[in-house]
């Protein structure tokens, strides 16, 4: 189980909320968080609350200020906790269509390209058999990120995506 504790202040002062889990909603914890200490495990961290608005990885370290986690702001209104299990294969399989139609192409390995790799950039709907991945919108890990989480997503709005564009795509593991 991972642990993430986030301040009010930089440099890991003023009130702080702790956390061993998802949390949905921290505005009732904090009014803002300009520092985060992940002392275990891996979170996404979100802008908004319920798990919406920009999101952003975060692995075990300090993160001194909002820059650190590549924040524009410090708003940081709920977490994630991505589960990580030992020796467990990642595979992703994705659909040029909505509810898996089309060609599908497999993935076990990190994608920086996309385009290059599959002559499409457009991923309409995905079946996630085994890990966690970051989905982004550009090539090379750029851009907006979505996490993809085990299952099945039928078309891309259920993974958050406001288009199917897919740049790149890379594994979540522990280091």
Request: proline fraction near 3%.
């Amino acid at each position: 189980m991972g642990k993430i504790i986030f301040y009010e202040n930089k440099n890991f002062e003023g009130h702080q909320y702790e956390c061993s889990g998802d949390c949905a909603d921290m505005l009732c914890y904090l009014g803002c968080c300009n520092s985060i200490m992940v002392e275990s495990g891996c979170f996404m961290i979100y802008e908004q609350p319920h798990y919406k608005g920009q999101p952003f990885l975060v692995r075990k370290g300090e993160y001194p200020n909002f820059e650190s986690w590549l924040g524009k702001n410090d708003c940081v209104c709920s977490c994630r906790e991505i589960p990580m299990t030992q020796g467990s294969s990642h595979e992703v399989k994705l659909f040029e269509r909505m509810e898996y139609g089309g060609q599908m192409m497999a993935l076990v390995e990190d994608c920086p390209n996309v385009m290059n790799m599959f002559q499409t950039n457009h991923i309409f709907s995905c079946k996630v058999i085994g890990g966690n991945w970051l989905f982004f919108e550009q090539s090379n890990y750029k851009g907006r990120m979505y996490l993809i989480r085990p299952g099945e997503y039928t078309r891309f709005t259920e993974w958050g995506g406001s288009n199917a564009c897919v740049g790149s795509i890379k594994r979540i593991n522990e280091n």
